[in-house]
């Protein structure tokens, strides 16, 4: 959604430290970090921030849960969701990052990997078995996706 | 001539309820308000327009005090407590200068710990390229020698266009590290984009 580019970024959480010397924010406990309609949860969240403000998140959970994200598509009111072990959101290039146990869902379409990339600006997301795309992820998973022919919404088969 | 057991309960009931109560009143009120233990007599002096510096063991100035007014009220064994009017604390800390005013300051143990109450309000400089960084709230607790601060009340702190909400914060060289606790809500303007 480009109108979120615009908005400050709001983070809530249980517990905050702010290191003047690393320039980090590690936001613990409940957190949720809000900017329009983009929105990442998880248990720990640490940000680096530069000089004019917001850079860079990246969330974890606790546990065997996951960090989620979630953001409207440009122009609709779906909305792109995904969770994995570890987020990483960077306010620059505008892409999520999803590592290990990642999985998008946007629309019909579901991608399940190692590892997914999803660029904001244009909304596409590249999944892989390992960052990077080389060489077999950890658990050697394979990449899943169910890509709904355009036009029609029911669910096919996943494909191999 | 023994009294009834039925005449005396009452009365314990009402001693042991007031107990509680006392109890509770005691253990409920903040940490800040239990301190100092012994009621304050009265004032051995007072100064009115005063300026207070400390110095370290190197010589070079610790902090500043300035104050409308001290009053200093003595105490056997270190609980003597000295009261400023509208104190105004400058300190340098990590390069950085820091300074704080609030509508009155109790000193104790020789000013090893001072806490400000009313409007307290700390703006501390930031290093080249940096925004400085204001903190609002109503108590704020400081150990000067230690580098230390904490504030149990609702707080803001700003920075540039970051803006920092918490129901409390413990401060370590003096913001060199800041702990904010309760629903805390951080509000950050985004960086600049790529030019695509």
């Given at each position: 959604?480009?109108?979120?580019?615009?908005?400050?970024v709001?983070?809530?959480?249980?517990?905050?430290?702010?290191?003047?010397?690393?320039?980090?924010?590690?936001?613990?406990?409940?957190?949720?970090?809000?900017?329009?309609?983009?929105?990442?949860?998880?248990?720990?969240?640490?940000?680096t921030?530069?000089?004019?403000?917001?850079?860079?998140?990246?969330?974890?959970?606790?546990?065997?849960r996951?960090?989620?994200?979630?953001?409207?598509?440009?122009?609709?009111?779906?909305?792109?969701?995904?969770?994995?072990?570890?987020?990483?959101?960077?306010?620059?290039?505008?892409?999520?990052?999803?590592?290990?146990?990642?999985?998008?869902?946007?629309?019909?379409?579901?991608?399940?990997?190692?590892?997914?990339?999803?660029?904001?600006?244009?909304?596409?997301?590249?999944?892989?078995?390992?960052?990077?795309?080389?060489?077999?992820?950890?658990?050697?998973?394979?990449?899943?996706?169910?890509?709904?022919?355009?036009?029609?919404?029911?669910p096919?088969?996943?494909?191999? | 001539?023994?009294?009834?057991?039925?005449?005396?309960?009452?009365?314990?009931?009402?001693?042991?309820?007031?107990?509680?109560?006392?109890?509770?009143e005691?253990?409920?009120?903040?940490?800040?308000?239990?301190?100092p233990?012994?009621?304050?007599?009265?004032?051995?002096?007072?100064?009115?327009?005063?300026?207070?510096?400390?110095?370290?063991?190197?010589?070079?100035?610790?902090?500043?005090?300035?104050?409308?007014?001290?009053?200093?009220?003595?105490?056997?064994?270190?609980?003597?407590?000295?009261?400023?009017?509208?104190?105004?604390?400058?300190?340098?800390?990590?390069?950085?200068?820091?300074?704080?005013?609030?509508?009155s300051?109790?000193?104790?143990r020789?000013?090893?710990?001072?806490?400000?109450?009313?409007?307290?309000?700390?703006?501390?400089?930031?290093?080249?390229?940096?925004?400085?960084?204001?903190?609002?709230?109503?108590?704020?607790?400081?150990?000067?020698?230690?580098?230390?601060?904490?504030?149990?009340?609702?707080v803001?702190?700003?920075?540039?266009?970051?803006?920092?909400?918490?129901?409390?914060?413990?401060?370590?060289?003096?913001?060199?590290?800041l702990?904010?606790?309760?629903?805390?809500?951080?509000?950050?303007?985004?960086?600049?984009?790529?030019?695509?």
């Amino acid at each position: 959604e480009p109108a979120d580019r615009e908005q400050p970024v709001n983070i809530e959480a249980n517990h905050v430290t702010v290191d003047d010397r690393s320039k980090t924010h590690v936001f613990e406990g409940d957190v949720i970090l809000t900017q329009g309609s983009l929105q990442i949860r998880g248990d720990k969240l640490v940000v680096t921030q530069g000089a004019d403000g917001f850079q860079q998140g990246v969330a974890t959970a606790g546990g065997n849960r996951l960090a989620t994200f979630r953001q409207r598509r440009a122009g609709t009111n779906e909305y792109v969701e995904g969770e994995a072990e570890r987020i990483e959101y960077d306010s620059r290039t505008e892409r999520a990052k999803l590592f290990n146990r990642a999985y998008v869902k946007s629309g019909g379409d579901e991608v399940r990997g190692s590892y997914i990339e999803y660029d904001a600006l244009s909304e596409n997301y590249l999944v892989s078995n390992a960052p990077g795309g080389a060489g077999p992820a950890a658990g050697g998973g394979r990449v899943r996706a169910v890509i709904q022919p355009k036009g029609s919404s029911a669910p096919a088969a996943p494909a191999q | 001539m023994a009294i009834p057991a039925h005449r005396i309960y009452p009365v314990v009931a009402l001693a042991l309820l007031a107990g509680a109560t006392l109890w509770l009143e005691r253990v409920s009120a903040p940490e800040e308000a239990r301190t100092p233990v012994v009621e304050r007599g009265k004032a051995d002096f007072s100064a009115d327009g005063t300026r207070l510096v400390s110095f370290g063991a190197d010589g070079r100035q610790r902090y500043e005090l300035l104050a409308e007014r001290i009053t200093h009220y003595p105490g056997a064994n270190g609980t003597d407590i000295t009261e400023f009017t509208r104190p105004r604390l400058t300190q340098t800390a990590e390069g950085r200068l820091l300074h704080l005013v609030a509508d009155s300051g109790e000193a104790y143990r020789e000013g090893e710990e001072i806490l400000f109450t009313g409007k307290v309000r700390v703006r501390r400089s930031g290093i080249p390229g940096e925004p400085e960084a204001v903190f609002v709230s109503d108590t704020l607790t400081v150990w000067p020698d230690d580098e230390r601060a904490r504030s149990r009340t609702p707080v803001v702190l700003t920075r540039g266009d970051t803006v920092i909400r918490a129901s409390g914060m413990q401060a370590d060289n003096i913001f060199g590290t800041l702990q904010f606790d309760g629903r805390v809500n951080a509000t950050m303007p985004r960086s600049g984009r790529n030019t695509p």
